[in-house]
């Protein structure tokens, strides 16, 4: 290792040397980086389920427009629409079809406990609307009371799972009625369901009954294949009541859904002081052990001034430390954060993957957060005073 | 930068003082000195007479406040950090406690006395030079020593070894022999003296120690801040 940073440096690494004098002391900063990087994994990767979750739940429709009530900040919130502005939108010649889509929860005491299912009321005729994936498994929705069930929701056991199909359904109560799955979907749990549910606009009705068929949560248009969708949002918000609905993208809804839960819901809140404070507990920890080091070898650091060296050549060392700290953390931190959500995965059923991004994304925030605890070390620098070795 | 003269350290109307306001104490009264080249000089004196002072001064550790202090044909009065750093790069120093870095080898230490001079990717030229000053100063055998497993004698060696590696202009070294038995101190400016005369070194040594200045050109002795007594044996 010597000799390696030796000729990458062009001298002698004295930070390192430095560090690796003391094996129990470079074992904690070690550990301490380790630490912090796996706080702030984990909870990045709790941020990023909760977005992949929210996105999911986008991803199984095909649709251009979503039209909403103002409140609608997610899939899931807000008040209901009237149906009378989808009919209003489909006057316009670049929208070709359109949609209603209900969204509840239900409520299903499975075997492993209380599961709420996030449940789609869609009608069955309009597979256009759904993605390949659901569509071709929604065709027995026409059929009331039968649903299509998310197989990795929690409370089905993947056995369960494994055996449904239209010869062999599974059945359960839910809201007083004996529903019927019929076909499965690979969906995953999230931070507002247990997983996920599609039934025929009918049966929703009736599992949710004190809703009205004229009045669904959101309103699914597509426009013509030539047709801009931003154009045509600019066109409805002319004509629809802009103070009583909101008129946009489907991608813009996703991607307001994302940004509302991330930055006002307390869960997306927690998650991201979470990421400041396991940022804030790497530089106290490498600060503390760089400042410790630099009082430590003052007298030494004072002596190579006495030789000559200059400032930038202690600045060089401080950060120097600072990399090999951050990255002889780095390794065990996201080893350990790897095997940390593959239990949490499996233990909470939440989407939790290590990317390649989120990894670079931790390794180059580490680097800068140590550098930032070497800079504020470096202060300490100024108190080896050569005229002080006589 | 200028060429240095021969007389690497000429001090004239050289006051100094330590403290502010009513603490202010002066330490140097109107010391005059010249240096030759390549001598052994020695400063002696009870503790408190001024004679680190000077040293500091004239290894531009210390600002000058009042006076002339020249060193290698460089006036220090008023001189750049960037300055003093590049002088101090010419000179060789050696302390009472070694100073040595704990963390580094006895190699690596007196590496530190060339690398001085900035990074270069033939470490292997550092290297050689300083095993050669390693066994010069007979710690052949204990090159990848680290401080903690050498003895104060040895320790000091590897400091003379730094101090000299670079072939310095000049040495300045404070109580080089105050932790050594009388026969390491002897070798240790015996060495000195040696490598010295080798180069064309210069070297000021303060000491209390009157067992080694059988080996100096010149003895000068400071008292409250003055030079009360400069003989040359």
């Known amino acids: 290792m010597t000799a390696f940073l030796q000729s990458i440096m062009g001298r002698l690494p004295i930070g390192w040397l430095q560090l690796s004098y003391s094996k129990t002391r470079l074992a904690a900063a070690i550990a301490g980086v380790s630490f912090a990087n796996i706080l702030v994994f984990v909870q990045l990767g709790l941020l990023g389920s909760m977005n992949a979750s929210i996105i999911k739940s986008y991803n199984v429709f095909d649709a251009d427009i979503m039209i909403s009530a103002t409140d609608a900040n997610t899939m899931t919130e807000g008040g209901n629409v009237a149906r009378q502005w989808m009919f209003q939108a489909l006057s316009f010649d670049e929208v070709i079809s359109g949609a209603p889509l209900f969204v509840g929860i239900a409520m299903w005491s499975s075997p492993t406990g209380d599961t709420a299912l996030q449940t789609f009321g869609v009608d069955p005729i309009r597979v256009d609307f759904l993605a390949p994936s659901i569509a071709k498994t929604v065709t027995n929705l026409t059929l009331l ?27 359960f109560e839910t809201a007083g009625r004996t529903l019927t799955v019929t076909q499965t979907f690979e969906g995953g749990a999230g931070f507002a369901a247990d997983g996920y549910m599609f039934v025929s606009d009918q049966t929703f009705l009736r599992l949710f009954g004190k809703r009205k068929s004229g009045a669904p949560n959101h309103i699914l248009l597509k426009v013509a294949p030539n047709a801009s969708v931003a154009e045509v949002v600019t066109k409805l918000k002319t004509v629809l009541p802009v103070d009583q609905l909101r008129i946009r993208s489907f991608m813009d809804a996703a991607r307001e859904d994302q940004k509302y839960q991330m930055t006002q819901k307390p869960v997306g809140l927690i998650f991201g002081f979470g990421v400041v404070i396991g940022v804030l507990v790497g530089i106290v920890i490498v600060y503390q052990v760089l400042s ?10 004072a002596t190579f001034k006495a030789m000559g060296y200059g400032q930038s050549f202690f600045l060089s060392v401080v950060f120097e430390e600072a990399i090999i700290l951050a990255v002889l953390g780095f390794g065990p931190g996201i080893l350990i954060s790897m095997a940390m959500y593959k239990f949490l995965a499996a233990m909470t059923f939440l989407p939790l993957q290590m990317t390649i991004a989120t990894a670079l994304m931790v390794f180059f925030g580490t680097l800068a957060a140590c550098s930032i605890s070497g800079a504020i070390a470096t202060r300490r620098l100024v108190g080896a005073d050569p005229a002080d070795l006589f | 930068m200028k060429n240095p003269l ?61 006076g002339s202090v ?19 790069r010419k000179i060789g120093f050696i302390f009472q406690a070694h100073n040595l870095h704990k963390s580094l080898t006895a190699t690596q230490n007196v590496m ?5 001079h900035g990074q270069t990717r033939n470490q292997k030229a550092y290297l050689e030079a300083a095993h050669h000053m390693l066994k010069l100063v007979g710690l052949g055998d204990r090159m990848d020593y680290l401080p903690e497993n050498l003895s104060g004698g040895q320790k000091q060696r590897v400091a003379v070894a730094r101090a000299l590696v670079d072939n310095p202009e000049i040495v300045f070294a404070d109580e080089p022999t105050a932790a050594l038995d009388k026969e390491s101190g002897l070798n240790v400016v015996q060495m000195l003296k040696d490598l010295g005369k080798q180069r064309g070194t210069t070297t000021i040594l303060v000491t209390h120690d009157d067992r080694i200045l059988g080996l100096a050109d010149r003895i000068i002795t400071l008292e409250d801040g003055r030079i009360v007594k400069d003989i040359r044996p």
């Open chain 1, 145 to 171: 009371d039968t649903a299509v069930m998310d197989r990795k929701a929690r409370g089905l056991t993947p056995e369960v799972a494994a055996g449904i199909r239209p010869h062999s359904p599974y059945r």
């Open chain 1, 292 to 301: 410790t080091d630099v009082a430590d070898h003052l007298s030494e650091y």
């Open chain 2, 6 to 66: 021969s007389s690497p350290v000429v001090i004239k109307n050289l006051n100094h003082w330590f403290g502010s306001g009513e603490a202010r104490k002066q330490a140097l009264y109107d010391v005059d000195l010249t240096i030759e080249k390549g001598s052994i000089t020695v400063l002696m004196g009870p503790s408190g007479s001024g004679k680190t002072t000077v040293l500091t001064l004239m290894g531009c550790l210390r600002d000058v406040q009042d």
């Open chain 2, 70 to 88: 020249e060193l290698l044909g460089n006036e220090l009065h008023g001189s750049s950090e960037n300055l003093n750093v590049a002088l101090r």
């Open chain 2, 112 to 116: 530190m006395g060339l690398q001085v």
